[in-house]
């Protein structure tokens, strides 16, 4: 396989049809599990996931709040499996994200919640792992065999999963509808040309920012561009940015805004154009900026999908600027696929 065909680039490509298949294969599993998951009445939200997979939960962090009220707080898998803390998780829903469901750590948790009184829900890749045969419930993300270091599909499978399971929980027809009509549009979002911001990506430091659920696709940007590109990039919510971290920012330094069609794009838009004027080469995935680069984006049928496409639209880009610089994304250095923390 030569460097300009990469298997992350294939599975980017594959991820609308991996949505498409989840959501063929998945809607009697993601029912009952948010039937069985609403019975048990929780007052609140737990997660459990490291890397990409804890991006899924900032993501779904913010849907559960946002959507049924429930708050959402991450617990540190080593809580259990290093430390042998024991928490009081009775009234507790956990959701535990794991691509391989193997990492010890996050079994460890998963069944110590599951046995303090929570109810626990795994989103994998593997339903016979071992994550999957500690929970009360499993939602496989259908995402198919995923060969490349760098999560994509599985990213992406993972968000859309979780925000069916939530969607189908509060019973919101026009998000569900929303989520099905994904897989044309995140085709779409395959084609968006973010060569611009590719070109101004020079191995420097870089921000991405985002607010809201759009944080967590800012968060996942910025492990991108560690682990496939070997640039430092540093994620901030873009109400923080501007608190301290604006303060190296230079001439010329990139910085990449990931909007959405919801309450914070203004915000967003408005401490974009500041960091712009500050001397950032900065670009946006939204059409609210004045002096930043507006970005090509996938506008969804609904505010809690826009950031689904956009990270899709990203994704594309950093794996053009690995291969622009000479690496092979889909071996990046000093990492594997499965990696297994205890």
């Known amino acids: 396989m030569s460097i300009q065909s990469t298997r992350m680039k294939a599975e980017i490509q594959e991820i609308p ?3 498409d298949r989840l959501l063929t294969g998945g809607e009697t599993l993601v029912a009952e599990t948010a039937r069985r998951a609403a019975a048990t009445n929780p007052r609140f939200m737990l997660s ?3 890397g990409s997979s804890d991006h899924v939960c900032t993501y779904l962090k913010y849907t559960s709040e946002l959507l049924l009220g429930l708050p959402m707080a991450s617990v540190g898998p080593s809580v259990a499996s290093i430390y ?3 928490l009081k998780a009775e009234g507790g829903l956990c959701v535990s994200v794991s691509q391989s469901g193997m990492s010890p750590d996050i079994v460890a948790l998963t069944a110590s919640l599951g046995k303090a009184g929570a109810h626990t829900v795994a989103i994998t890749n593997d339903a016979s792992s071992r994550l999957a045969g500690v929970a009360n419930a499993t939602l496989p993300i259908f995402a198919g065999p995923e060969k490349s270091v ?3 599909k599985t990213f992406v499978t993972s968000l859309v999963a979780g925000l069916w399971w939530l969607a189908a929980m509060k019973g919101d027809d026009d998000l ?3 989520i099905h009509a994904l897989p044309e549009q995140l085709d779409a979002a395959t084609r968006c040309d973010w060569s611009e911001a590719a070109a101004a990506i020079d191995g420097r430091s870089l921000f991405t920012l985002g607010r809201g659920p759009s944080w967590a696709i800012s968060n996942e940007a910025a492990l991108k561009f ?3 590109c070997l640039i430092h990039a540093e994620s901030y919510s873009s109400a923080e940015v501007l608190h301290g971290p604006v303060s190296i920012v230079e001439s010329g330094f990139p910085v990449i805004a ?3 069609r919801d309450a914070a794009e203004d915000s967003l838009a408005e401490a974009v154009d500041a960091i712009a004027d500050k001397g950032a080469t900065a670009f946006a995935t939204t059409d609210k900026v004045k002096r930043a680069t507006c970005l090509p984006h996938v506008r969804t049928d609904h505010w809690l999908t826009d950031p689904i496409s956009v990270i899709v639209s990203f994704y ?4 053009s600027v690995a291969v622009g610089r000479g690496i092979n994304p889909d071996t990046p250095r000093h990492l594997r696929k499965v990696t297994e923390t205890v």
């Open 48 to 50: 459990v996931a490291r």
């Open 84 to 86: 042998g803390a024991e």
């Open 258 to 260: 990931f909007g959405a």
């Open 176 to 178: 569900l509808a929303a």
């Open 316 to 319: 594309g880009m950093v794996e």
């Open 150 to 152: 760098a999560a994509t």
């Open 17 to 19: 049809q991996a949505v």
């Open 226 to 228: 560690k682990e496939t």
